[in-house]
């Protein structure tokens, strides 16, 4: 690795490297915001990164809460913090476990067999018992179940998403897709 190279790889880290509890400070500081119908319903950018969204326990119709991450191995742990902080703005942390492991996948994925360079994780509340996490990135390979061998140690990540999820997809766009996977209170598992 060059010097240039090492440089953007350490910056990439150090911008990837807010804490959890910084995410968390400033979740819980929106919980506090009123709810209105104006200005203030718009999205507030937080310091760690977070695109926190108006704060409403069983609101469908709110904007998702969002985050940019660099496409480093570092970023899953962010990824998962964002997911348990919406959950449980929206009163649903009965969905977190399934919620982390499943960003914890999609965003290694991207990681692991894209050139992606940076990736925005969203949450969305899609009706007041379910949410969809999405994870966009630059490749046109559309993702797809394999059949792992019992010895082999990766290659499961998309069987444990469909297995946790009451449904998974992508969706093709002209700069490459989105993958998601959708979490419900109701869904028999």
Known sequence: MNPKQTTAKS????SADNSRADIERAAGAHKGMAQSSGPSDQAL????????PPVHPIATDTLPYTLVLPC??????RA???VSCALGAWGV????????LIVSELVTNVVDHTTTTQTTIAVERKSPHSV???VPDSSRVPPCLTDVDSRTESGRGLSLVEGLSCCWGYEESAWGKVTWAELSLAANR
């Not at 950018?45 to 926190?52: P, Q, S």
């Not at 942390?93 to 982390?100: M, V």
């Open 11 to 14: 910056e990439a880290v150090a």
């Open 45 to 52: 950018v937080v310091e760690a990164g977070v695109t926190m």
């Open 72 to 77: 480093l191995p570092e970023s899953v742990g």
């Open 80 to 82: 998962r913090a964002l």
């Open 93 to 100: 942390s009965a969905l977190a476990d399934e919620g982390r």
């Open 132 to 134: 969809r996490i999405h």
